[in-house]
């Protein structure tokens, strides 16, 4: 097993943030800087930069970081081979997935609880972004899993499909708009609220709109929100404009009355959720265990 200060150096290393790793590993800033501190004394070199508030890796810790990775990969496929030997033998392992905010915020929750309680030797920690931000986070292994749109796919990722999901047009219960039977056309005459740029949803509409001939950017937008419940929020207070938005966000307030689901007439937006992991990652048993796990108790 890696020592804990390589534990700690590995993850300051993989955010280049002593901030971040503290709250990654669940323990003070002091104690991971007495850490890093004892490591580089040991190596008689330095490992990090510091610039101010943000840190980089000098060229000795750029050489163990590359070391500690094959060395994490080869300690995961000793205690994988461990665990066929004896199934009792349960090593503490860490997790990092990240997730869009449709996956995050609706769908996770419940089979997080559900996955933790059957492995509770799993330390898992769960980040929630975009969809590019997520992709992002998986190149630079700052995850080790991720939940995302199969939108702009990278040949260094794997792609394992997992659920699919249906993007609605809604207005508030206030806006006019609710009476009325939509054509494709008339988005242009009518103010949207949308998500950031980055977003999953986002670039799922974009391309459903391009197959009807329509570019997003001719459509006047009021607003960009970053995140679906406060873009939830805003078109439920607002009268004027309308949105479209996962359909699992919006189940209560479509049942409540505060959201009105709009019919636009030849318009489907519809997505598949991946799991994505990087290349070479595909055989942990870790990740295809929660692999396995998640898509049956979705399903």
């Known amino acids: 097993m890696l020592s804990q200060r390589h534990e700690v150096f590995f993850e300051v290393a993989r955010l280049l943030s002593f901030t971040k790793a503290s709250q990654s590993l669940f323990i003070s800033q002091s104690a991971i800087s007495k850490q890093v501190k004892a490591l580089e004394a040991y190596y008689k070199t330095g490992l990090f930069d510091r610039h101010g508030n943000t840190v980089s890796l000098t060229s000795a810790g750029e050489l163990l970081y590359h070391k500690l990775l094959k060395a994490k990969e080869l300690q995961h496929e000793l205690f994988e081979g461990f665990k066929n030997i004896n199934s009792e033998f349960l090593p503490q392992v860490r997790m990092v997935i990240g997730s869009s905010t449709t996956i995050s915020l609706y769908i996770l929750p419940a089979v997080l609880s559900a996955y933790l309680n059957q492995?509770?030797?799993?330390?898992?920690?769960?980040?929630?972004?975009?969809?590019?931000?997520?992709?992002?986070?998986?190149?630079?292994?700052?995850?080790?899993?991720?939940?995302?749109?199969?939108?702009?796919?990278?040949?260094?990722?794997?792609?394992?499909?997992?659920?699919?999901?249906?993007?609605i047009p809604v207005c508030s219960a206030k806006n006019p708009l609710q009476h009325q039977q939509l054509q494709v056309q008339d988005l242009y005459n009518?103010?949207?609220?949308?998500?950031?740029?980055?977003?999953?949803?986002?670039?799922?509409?974009?391309?459903?709109?391009?197959?009807?001939?329509?570019?997003?950017?001719?459509?006047?937008?009021?607003?960009?929100?970053?995140?679906?419940?406060?873009?939830?929020?805003?078109?439920?207070?607002?009268?004027?404009?309308?949105?479209?938005?996962?359909?699992?966000?919006?189940?209560?307030?479509?049942?409540?009355?505060?959201?009105?689901?709009?019919?636009?007439?030849?318009?489907?937006?519809?997505?598949?959720?991946?799991?994505?992991?990087?290349?070479?990652?595909?055989?942990?048993?870790?990740?295809?265990?929660?692999?396995?796990?998640?898509?049956?108790?979705?399903?």
């Open 190 to 299: 009518n103010p949207l609220a949308l998500r950031e740029y980055g977003s999953g949803t986002l670039a799922v509409l974009e391309e459903a709109l391009s197959q009807k001939g329509i570019r997003l950017n001719d459509i006047p937008v009021k607003i960009r929100l970053g995140g679906t419940e406060a873009l939830k929020n805003f078109v439920r207070a607002d009268d004027s404009c309308l949105s479209f938005l996962p359909r699992p966000a919006v189940v209560k307030e479509l049942e409540t009355g505060e959201l009105v689901e709009l019919q636009v007439a030849g318009l489907s937006v519809c997505r598949t959720f991946y799991f994505i992991q990087r290349k070479g990652s595909e055989n942990d048993l870790l990740f295809k265990n929660f692999i396995r796990f998640t898509k049956s108790h979705y399903s």
């Open 119 to 167: 492995n509770p030797n799993v330390q898992l920690t769960l980040k929630n972004r975009n969809s590019e931000n997520i992709l992002k986070a998986l190149v630079d292994h700052e995850i080790d899993l991720g939940i995302i749109e199969g939108i702009n796919k990278l040949n260094n990722v794997s792609y394992t499909p997992f659920m699919q999901d249906e993007v």
